[in-house]
């Protein structure tokens, strides 16, 4: 069965520091990758999703993410956060025959300004 | 283009009352599905359906049922509510090959 991991649950960063939240997946086959953002109150939001072609992909609001399949991993990064970046953090993957997305646990990213 | 429209959006309802969440999406999606979001613990899988007239069971489907009679409508139902069902509801539909979209969520608490 699939799942998705996240290794941190809150993160605490102070404005214009740089952020990396891990993802790590189990699945064999070809997998769709997704990062969404959910902000106080409001439902997920599309970040930035990998199909195929270059791994490192660049979503909205200056964030990215980067496919290691040999680590099976989507990372995402932003070199300098923001108060508005504070929101919950899901990395999502779906493959197989059905293509269910399966979620991760999320990360908290509270951001001090 | 409304996308994916929930309703309703806010519930409270008593021990072992019963009620249907709507899901209505107009963008012709084969794919629609059904998450219950509770803290710390992501968004996790209740049912999901792969086309019109068919439903099958996710991660955490006890308690709930489902019906897609139409294309656009996916339909889950708590016919005997528990105060673990209390969560936020989020549907979704996509298209193969095609990202998720997702709906602004339905809150049910249940005392």
């Known amino acids: 069965a699939q799942s998705v991991s996240q290794h941190n649950h809150h993160v605490i960063l102070s404005e214009a520091a740089s952020l990396e939240l891990g993802c790590n997946y189990s699945?064999?086959?070809?997998?769709?990758l997704f990062w969404y953002v959910q902000y106080p109150g409001q439902h997920l939001q599309l970040l930035l999703k990998?199909?195929?072609?270059?791994?490192l992909v660049k979503g909205i609001k200056g964030f990215e993410a980067e496919f290691i399949k040999s680590k099976f991993s989507f990372n995402l990064r932003k070199p300098s956060v923001q108060w508005s970046d504070t929101a919950e953090y899901f990395c999502?993957?779906?493959?197989?025959?059905?293509?269910?997305?399966?979620f991760g646990k999320g990360t908290k990213l509270s951001v001090k300004p | 283009n409304a996308g994916v429209t929930q309703t309703p959006k806010f519930r409270v309802l008593k021990t072992g009352q019963s009620m249907t969440l709507l899901c209505a999406q107009d963008?012709?999606?084969?794919?629609m599905y059904w998450y219950r979001q509770d803290p710390g613990m992501g968004l996790r899988l209740i049912h999901y359906?792969?086309?019109?007239?068919?439903?099958a069971k996710g991660e955490v489907p006890d308690g709930y049922n489902v019906s897609r009679l139409k294309k656009q409508n996916f339909l889950l139902g708590l016919e005997s509510a528990a105060p673990s069902q209390t969560s936020v509801y989020f549907c979704?539909?996509?298209?193969?090959?095609?990202?998720?979209?997702f709906g602004s969520g339905t809150r049910l608490t249940v005392v």
């Open positions: 979704a539909s996509r298209d193969a090959g095609s990202g998720y979209t």
């Open positions: 699945y064999g086959g070809t997998v769709n």
């Open positions: 990998y199909f195929s072609g270059d791994p």
């Open positions: 999502a993957v779906n493959g197989g025959s059905q293509g269910n997305l399966i």
């Open positions: 963008m012709n999606h084969e794919y």
């Open positions: 359906s792969v086309g019109e007239g068919t439903t």
